[in-house]
């Protein structure tokens, strides 16, 4: 039987560690744009969730089907979703050409998952093998 003020501290300290917990856990959420890339909901990314939707991101930039990205396909996708001087497209432009591992003017699909599973590691500051809001 538990005397009411053991009771009480066991009270306290129960709703203080849900408070305290509640709160590290809504800190260190990933932003909404990663949130949508974890599929399990378990609030952090595996390489395989990170890099699971590059092969269908790669075969809507393709556009001449040839298995390998040209910068003139890039280039022609990205900047149809946003204008060519807007910072986002910049980047994603300079990501996709930096993924060409063996610098002959073309991403294979090999390549851009070898890339983003390295940028995977670069993120994953605590290498313990995902990323979670902690890490960014």
């Known amino acids: 039987m538990i005397k009411r003020p053991h009771f009480i501290v066991f009270a306290c300290s129960a709703l203080l560690t849900t408070m ?7 800190a260190q959420a990933l932003p909404d744009h990663l949130a949508k890339m974890d599929k399990d909901g378990d609030g952090k990314l595996s390489p395989e969730e990170w890099v699971r ?33 807007d910072p986002k497209t910049i980047k994603r ?23 983003n599973l390295a940028a995977f590691k670069t993120r994953d500051k605590n ?10």
Not at 97 to 105: E, P
Request: charged share 30%; glycine share 6%.
């Open 127 to 136: 290498a313990d093998g995902f990323i979670t809001g902690a890490d960014l």
């Open 20 to 26: 305290v917990m509640g709160t590290t856990v809504s």
């Open 53 to 85: 939707d590059k092969p269908s991101l790669f075969k809507r930039i393709d556009a001449n089907g040839d298995k390998a990205l040209s910068k003139d396909e890039i280039e022609k996708f990205y900047v149809a979703i946003a204008p060519a001087d």
């Open 93 to 115: 432009i300079a990501d996709m050409a930096a993924a060409d591992a063996n610098a002959d003017g073309k991403v294979t699909l090999e390549e851009l998952t070898a890339y």
